[in-house]
Structure formats: structure tokens, C-alpha cells
């Protein structure tokens, strides 16, 4: 969903002062007359009297106050509970989007990143590559899949996802979606399955083992003149439950649902042709936290 007009996020609800010049403090609306002050000068008006030398001082004094208050507050000093020099978890670039900027990984295992951190941060961005590489295209090739699931899942699971994965994508399926057993659309037609993390989250974090939700969105279909399943949009999360392996962060499992989802704009559709171009000449990422 695009963001729109950030200025509809709120009311601008001028308050306070109007902007009529002859306005006076207090919205009263009373206006300011001028009197005469007498003829004791060259000119027909009176001086000003003398200000009184104390409340010259406590408008000073109350100057000062102000001054000192505005810096405090701007030293972080307004909070009690705490030291004003220590930047607390729910601050501003520490929220949960925000990227640590910390190298995610240092290697690849084929086109899969691999040599995560052992951390919190290794784990999301393990758990956000993985995410892509469960839901592309490849996945449907049944020699690449064997190969993705060596990479990503645990030894001991391996063989048992394999033939998971096997029967999830039979031949019934693949014809659904215009592929054949090879997992290769007609002459003709291109399969796209291209998915974009959108954002991670840890759930729960042990030494050796972590639980990771992971936004995404992506592009689903088949793009071609006649294809029977046009390539669309969707947006889901995966949960991936991960464990350190070989000195790397691996899947035991996972699970996907549907959303959160935005509203969908009027924007025009680009035509088939348009979208298997842009899958072929635009390269994915490495994701990182």
C-alpha cells in the first residue's frame, strides 16, 4: 500500500493564536488604543513612567528559568527514571526495522547465503534469505530442490522434507499452474515466483536454537501470452523455526499464513510481457537484519 499523503495522518488543527495581525493573545479579539500622554514634552505625548527595577529583575530571572528548562529538556534530563545519556531499547532507530548494520554473512553455499552470525541478527537474516529461497521458482525444479533443502535444513530432516516436498509438488500441482514435470513452463511462457522480505521478527531466542517470523510479498504466476494463471501479488508471513548446525543457522521447520496485507492501489497491471522481462533482468538480494 503506498503510503499516500503523510499529512492526512493527523488534523491540522491551527489552535492557539489566529493569524489576523490585530489578533491578541488569549483568541480575546480586544483591540489596542492608543492614548494620549499629556503635554509635558516637546512633542504633545507624556513619557513612559519609569519600569519598576524589581519586576525588571524577575523577568530576567524568569528568562533564565525558561533557557535552562528548554536545555535540560533537550539533554534528555525531562525523564526521572533513568540516566538522560542512555539511550533506551524503545528509542528512535531501535525499533524492530531497523537494520543493525552489521555484515550479514561472509559466504554462499550455490546461490544461497550461508555463514550467518551466531546471534539474534544472524538468525533473522538467515531466516530471511531462507524465506526467499523457499517460496522462488526453483523450488518447483525437482533437482533444485534437492539441492535448496540440503542447504538450508538440518541433516536430520533432510531426507523426511524431501519427500514432503515431493508429494506437495506432484505432477497434479504443476499442472495447475502450467508447469510440466520439470518444473518448466510452455515454450513461450516464463514462471515467475519471486519473493521480498519485507521485515523480521524474533520470537523466541535460545544459544542454539531461534524462532523467526519473516513479512513478505511477492510476485506468483505464470507470464505469457495465453498463460491460465497471470502473474499476481500476495503478501504473507513464514515462521521459521532455525537451529545452529555446522557452525550456520539451519530450518528445522516452517510455516507460512496469509498478510498482513495492505489495500491494493488502482495502479495498471503491467502486461505479460513486461514481467517476464523484468525477472529475467533484475537480480535478487542478500538479505540482511
Not at 231 to 254: C, H, I, P, R, Y
Request: proline share 3%.
Amino acid at each position: 500500500m503506498s503510503q499516500g499523503d503523510e499529512r492526512g495522518y493527523g488534523d491540522n488543527d491551527p489552535g492557539g493564536r489566529s493569524d489576523d495581525a490585530y489578533s491578541t493573545l488569549g483568541g480575546t479579539r480586544q483591540t489596542r488604543t492608543r492614548m494620549p500622554r499629556g503635554t509635558d514634552d516637546g512633542e504633545g505625548y507624556g513619557r513612559r513612567p519609569a519600569r519598576n527595577s524589581r519586576s525588571l529583575v524577575m523577568i530576567v530571572g524568569v528568562v533564565v528559568l525558561l533557557i535552562a528548562a528548554i536545555a535540560f529538556a533537550n539533554q534528555g534530563g525531562g525523564d526521572a527514571s533513568g540516566d538522560a545519556g542512555e539511550k533506551k531499547p524503545d528509542a528512535a532507530g531501535a525499533g524492530p526495522t531497523a537494520a543493525t548494520g552489521t555484515k550479514p554473512v561472509e559466504g554462499k553455499n550455490g546461490t544461497i547465503a550461508s555463514g550467518f552470525a551466531h546471534d539474534q541478527q544472524g538468525a533473522q537474516s538467515a531466516a530471511a534469505n531462507y524465506a526467499v529461497a523457499l517460496v522462488s521458482a526453483d523450488i518447483l525444479k525437482q533437482d533444485r530442490r534437492s539441492q535448496i533443502i540440503q542447504q538450508i535444513f538440518i541433516a536430520e530432516r533432510a531426507d523426511e522434507l524431501s519427500a514432503k516436498f515431493n508429494k506437495a509438488y506432484d505432477q497434479s500441482f504443476l499442472d495447475k499452474i502450467g508447469l510440466d514435470a520439470e518444473g518448466n513452463a510452455a515454450a513461450g511462457l516464463t514462471y515467475v515466483s519471486r519473493t521480498a522480505p519485507v521485515g523480521t521478527k524474533t520470537t523466541s531466542y535460545l544459544d542454539a536454537t531461534a524462532t523467526i517470523e519473516v513479512w513478505c510479498t511477492g510476485v506468483f504466476g505464470t507470464a505469457g501470452v495465453g498463460s491460465t494463471n497471470p502473474v499476481s501479488n500476495d503478501w504473507f508471513t513464514m515462521t521459521l523455526e532455525l537451529q545452529w548446525a555446522g557452525n550456520d543457522w539451519k530450518v528445522d521447520s516452517f510455516a507460512q499464513k496469509d498478510g498482513p496485507a495492505p489495500v491494493n492501489t488502482d495502479r495498471t497491471a503491467s502486461n505479460a510481457d513486461e514481467i517476464a522481462k523484468a525477472v529475467e533482468q533484475y537480480g535478487g538480494f542478500t538479505y540482511a537484519r
